[in-house]
């Protein structure tokens, strides 16, 4: 009998804490109507890093990757460590490229110039670089 | 102003010119465009409009509001735009004195883009630099068409006549300018060359300098456009909210989230506004 009274009143209280925290969340997010810039650069930049790992998907990259030497989950690793901005400035990229041959050649440039920039120390983006100093 | 400052300062833009003309390449449109732009093209309706001293960015954006149906002069964009210490009108507040005057304003910045937009009846903002790199003399003007036959750019530049520039002449003097170009448009009306998320960003920065009225409208010419893209009823939805008009606000929100049932923004919206609604 105790046991279940206390077992109720725990719920009780695990309910009663949670429904303040809930109303707390509610009352958080209708502080103010959310703007639709923040959404525009959120989802915008969700879209474009969703475009790029699909072009990674095709079946000519992912033998353009192996044959470079690099296995395919890592170039999606190095992909996902882009800042949004890059990102963009690639889907920019490969949007002017008329020819759909060049979207393996703008997806390749950023690896090699990361390639070259993390030799000249300038980055340090592929692990088996030693930059020359 | 003294009378021979004036023209001095012409003068200074002639021999500028006339430097250009002699030294330049002609114009190759092959390489230069990678659209095939018709032979010629001209925006019909965009006044010319004699500039004050230094009032070229100004007058520029009066000529293609004007054009556009509106009631406004050069003094009255200068007061949102000139920077009387510079003597002159910055890129970013070309931009913003736009949108402050409930205009779509967004950037181009290639030959794709100008010809594109004049063959699609857009006059074209352009920056640019009139003398040399180290003798710079700033200047905006609206380019109102061109012709490649008789090899020339029609520009609404300040003054009374049309100026009309060889090709070649034109792109080097915009690209000291950096190619810099700016479509401003009724919200009403969509430029034909920019990516729809320049616009909806326009579109938004129309929310921020408070333009409503202007940013419902130019949230609903795009929702026709875009009719799949949930941000534009989102934004349509925040627009209307802050006009006092909820149940627009409401109804384009619901919009939105059947358009996307997974965001949380538009829920999270929806759900304020409901809230005021029932309260």
């Not at chain 1, 959404?39 to 790029?52: E, F, S, V």
């Not at chain 2, 967004?106 to 352009?126: K, S």
Request: hydrophobic letters at 50%; proline letters at 4%; aromatic letters at 8%.
């Amino acid at each position: 009998m105790s046991i279940l009274s206390l077992s109720k009143k725990g719920i009780a209280i695990a309910l009663s804490a949670q429904l303040v925290l809930a109303t707390q969340a509610i009352t958080m997010a209708q502080a103010e109507m959310l703007g639709t810039d923040q959404a525009i650069n959120k989802y915008t930049a969700l879209a474009n890093r969703n475009a790029l790992m699909d072009e990674l998907q095709r079946a000519e990259i992912q033998a353009e990757i192996v044959a470079l030497g690099i296995d395919p989950a890592e170039a999606e690793a190095r992909l996902a460590a882009l800042s949004d901005a890059e990102i963009a400035t690639m889907l920019t990229q490969m949007e002017n490229d008329s020819a759909g041959a060049d979207v393996v050649g703008t997806l390749f440039t950023i690896f090699v110039i990361l390639l070259v920039t993390d030799l000249l120390c300038l980055t340090r983006f592929f692990n088996f670089t030693r930059c020359i100093r | 102003m003294h009378p021979l400052t004036l023209v001095f300062r012409r003068l200074v833009c002639l021999l500028a010119l006339c430097w250009l003309a002699a030294c330049a390449q002609p114009f190759d449109p092959d390489a230069q465009l990678t659209i095939a732009a018709p032979t010629r093209a001209a925006v019909k309706g965009v006044p010319l409009i004699q500039q004050e001293a230094f009032y070229c960015g100004p007058t520029s954006i009066a000529m293609v509001m004007q054009w556009a149906g509106a009631d406004i002069t050069q003094e009255d964009v200068a007061a949102l735009a000139f920077s009387p210490g510079a003597g002159g009108t910055y890129l970013a507040d070309m931009i913003g004195s736009s949108r402050r005057l409930g205009q779509l304003a967004v950037e181009i910045n290639d030959f794709d883009q100008l010809l594109a937009e004049v063959t699609a009846g857009h006059p074209v903002i352009v920056f640019q630099n009139l003398g040399l790199g180290v003798l710079p003399v700033w200047h905006y003007g609206v380019v109102t068409g061109y012709d490649f036959e008789k090899d020339e750019v029609y520009l609404n530049s300040g003054q009374l006549d049309q100026m009309v520039m060889a090709f070649a002449v034109f792109e080097r003097t915009w690209r000291r300018g950096d190619y810099w170009g700016l479509v401003v448009l009724p919200p009403d009306q969509l430029p034909a060359t920019t990516s729809e998320t320049d616009v909806l960003s326009a579109a938004a920065a129309l929310e921020q300098v408070e333009q409503y009225d202007a940013a419902v409208t130019l949230y609903e010419t795009g929702a026709a456009m875009w009719p799949d893209n949930w941000l534009w009823q989102f934004g349509l939805g925040n627009a209307r909210y802050a006009l006092g008009d909820l149940r627009g606000a409401r109804a384009a929100l619901r919009r939105a989230r059947a358009l996307d049932p997974s965001i949380p923004e538009v829920r999270a919206n929806l759900a304020f506004v409901e809230s005021e609604l029932a309260g």
